[in-house]
Nanobody, 125 residues
Framework: VQLQASGGGLVQAGDSLRLSCAAS????????MGWFRQAPGKGRESVAV????????YYADSAKGRFTISRDNAKNTVYLQMNSLKPEDTAVYYC???????????????????WGQGTQVTVSS
């Protein structure tokens, strides 16, 4: 599976952005898809994931109520709708694909086998 993230940009606090992650490969629909982010000087942290079969979603506390992850298996694409953006959301956002072995594994980087190249999101105050 190859992943290509896009949709980042420079926005002001309170604005919205929608990130997209296009996947190649016939088995896209059988992978759980996640979004991670990495701010300057910090580690990569989980943001959200969508289960491949049930469509169930999980969010980091920082994303709950503001971000929505969704997927379109027909288009081999996963989205991250980000609303009410804050300066602390500034980071490089990465999409990832994996086959999670448990619900608790969703936030772990090593649960994902494939990663996109990242897209920069900058939120000004």
């Amino acid at each position: 599976v190859q992943l290509q993230a896009s949709g980042g940009g420079l926005v002001q606090a309170g604005d919205s952005l929608r990130l997209s992650c296009a996947a190649s490969g016939r088995t896209f629909s059988s992978y759980d898809m996640g979004w991670f982010r990495q701010a300057p000087g910090k580690g990569r942290e989980s943001v959200a994931v969508v289960n491949w079969s049930s469509g169930r979603t999980y969010y980091a506390d920082s994303a709950k109520g503001r971000f929505t992850i969704s997927r379109d298996n027909a288009k081999n694409t996963v989205y991250l709708q980000m609303n009410s953006l804050k300066p602390e959301d500034t980071a490089v956002y990465y999409c990832a694909a994996g086959r999670l072995t448990s619900t608790a594994a969703w936030a772990a980087r090593d649960s994902y086998n494939y990663w996109g190249q990242g897209t920069q999101v900058t939120v000004s105050s």
